[in-house]
C-alpha cells in the first residue's frame, strides 16, 4: 500500500513524497489516516481556493484538487463547493476549521526543536544518584539555588548502591556523580565537576596525630576499608605495597560516611576523598598521606538521550556551577 507523506525539502519547504509503509497491508488501506491531509485541509479551509492552497504547500493546482478529492471521500463530505468563481465552505468543513488548525498548530509544535526554557517556570522533578558526601557538601547550595531560581523545581537524591547504568538508560535517573572507570559504560556523556585527593582522618587526639606522620606509622596502624563492593584490596594498599608495606584492615565498609562515623568513637583511620567527604570530616583530624597516590576525578554522568532536554542541559550547568564554589572550587586538574 502506498501512503502520502509530507517531507521538507532542501530550502525547508512542504513536499510531497510517495512511499509504502511495509507495516501495513493492502487490506488496511481504508483505515489507515494520511494525516498529511490535515495540512491539506487546514490550507484549503484558510485560503479558501485550491490555487492559494496550493501555493502555500508549495503543489501544483492539480495536485491539489485530488488531495481535495481524497478529504471528500475520506469525510464524505464535499467540504468546499463552487459559488461562482470561489469556494465556500460546507457546514461540515466550518466546524472542522478551528479543530483542524489547532491540531495543525499543535503538530508543528511538536516536531520544532525545543526552545529554551524559563527556570522561573519549570516545574519537573530531576534524580540525581551520589553518594553521601556529595550530598552533604554540595546538596544545601544546589538546592537554596534551586529555590532561588527555579522553585517548581524538585530535586531527588537517590542512594548509590553500585555503578550500574541502565537507570540512566531507562530514564529512572536524570544524573549520576561518580569516578569516570572502567566500569563507566561507554556510550554515557560525562562532566568533570571537581579534582580530589585522598587523606587520612582520625578523631582528634588520635597517637598519629603526634609527630611526623611516616608511611610505616599509617601502615601500623588499625585501618578501616571503603569498598562498595567488598574488595579487601585497592590503590592504596597497591601503594604501600611498592615501599614494602601493608596495612591491618580492621574493618570493611560500603561508604565514605560510614567509615567516618566510626572514625569519631575509635582509634580507626579512614582515608577518604578530601573534598568531596568535607562535610562528614569538619570535626574530625586530617592528615596528609606520606606516599604519592593518585586523585580522583568526579565527574556528572548522564545518558546522550538527554542531551538535547532544555531543562536538563540548564540543571547540569547549574551543578557544575555550583561545584565551582567552596569547598570543591571548580578544580578539574589532576593532583
Not at 562498595?228 to 580492621?250: K, V
Amino acid at each position: 500500500m502506498k501512503i502520502r507523506v509530507l517531507a521538507y525539502d532542501e530550502t525547508n519547504r512542504p513536499s510531497w513524497v510517495i512511499t509504502r509503509d511495509p507495516r501495513l497491508g493492502e487490506g488496511n488501506a481504508m483505515n489507515t489516516p494520511d494525516f498529511n491531509l490535515l495540512l491539506t485541509l487546514d490550507a484549503l479551509l484558510d485560503e479558501g481556493s485550491v490555487a492559494g492552497a496550493a501555493r502555500r504547500l508549495s503543489l501544483s493546482p492539480s495536485a491539489m484538487s485530488r488531495a481535495l478529492a481524497r478529504l471528500r471521500e475520506t469525510t464524505g463530505d464535499p467540504l468546499l463547493v463552487r459559488a461562482g468563481r470561489g469556494l465556500v465552505p460546507t457546514p461540515r468543513a466550518l466546524a472542522l476549521r478551528a479543530q483542524v488548525s489547532q491540531l495543525v498548530q499543535e503538530a508543528h509544535a511538536v516536531l520544532r526543536p525545543q526552545q529554551e526554557i524559563d527556570p522561573a517556570r519549570l516545574v519537573r522533578t530531576f534524580r540525581l544518584r551520589s553518594s553521601d558526601g556529595f550530598v552533604e557538601a554540595v546538596g544545601p547550595a544546589l538546592l537554596a539555588r534551586l529555590a532561588a531560581e527555579a522553585p517548581g523545581v524538585r530535586l531527588h537524591f537517590l542512594a548509590k548502591p553500585d555503578k550500574e547504568s541502565h537507570p540512566l538508560r531507562s530514564g529512572e535517573l536524570d544524573f549520576e556523580t561518580g569516578v569516570i572507570g572502567a566500569e563507566t559504560a561507554p556510550e554515557l556523556r560525562t562532566q568533570a565537576l571537581f579534582q580530589d585527593h585522598f587523606v587520612a582522618v582520625v578523631r582528634p587526639g588520635h597517637p598519629l596525630c603526634e609527630g611526623t606522620l611516616t608511611a610505616p606509622r599509617y601502615a601500623a596502624a588499625r585501618h578501616i576499608m571503603v569498598s562498595r563492593r567488598g574488595l579487601e584490596q585497592g590503590p592504596i594498599d597497591e601503594a604501600l605495597t611498592r615501599l614494602g608495606l601493608a596495612r591491618e584492615a580492621a574493618t570493611l565498609v560500603p561508604g565514605f560516611a560510614t567509615a567516618l562515623a566510626l572514625v569519631r568513637g575509635s582509634d580507626l583511620v579512614a582515608t577518604v576523598p578530601e573534598r568531596h567527604c568535607s562535610a562528614l570530616h569538619a570535626d574530625l583530624v586530617t592528615l596528609p598521606l606520606p606516599f604519592p597516590l593518585a586523585g580522583i576525578r568526579v565527574a556528572l554522568i548522564w545518558h546522550p538521550s538527554q542531551d538535547a532536554d532544555p531543562a536538563h542541559r540548564w540543571l547540569r550547568t547549574l551543578i557544575r556551577e555550583t561545584c565551582a564554589q567552596a569547598p570543591y572550587g571548580g578544580d578539574t586538574r589532576d593532583s
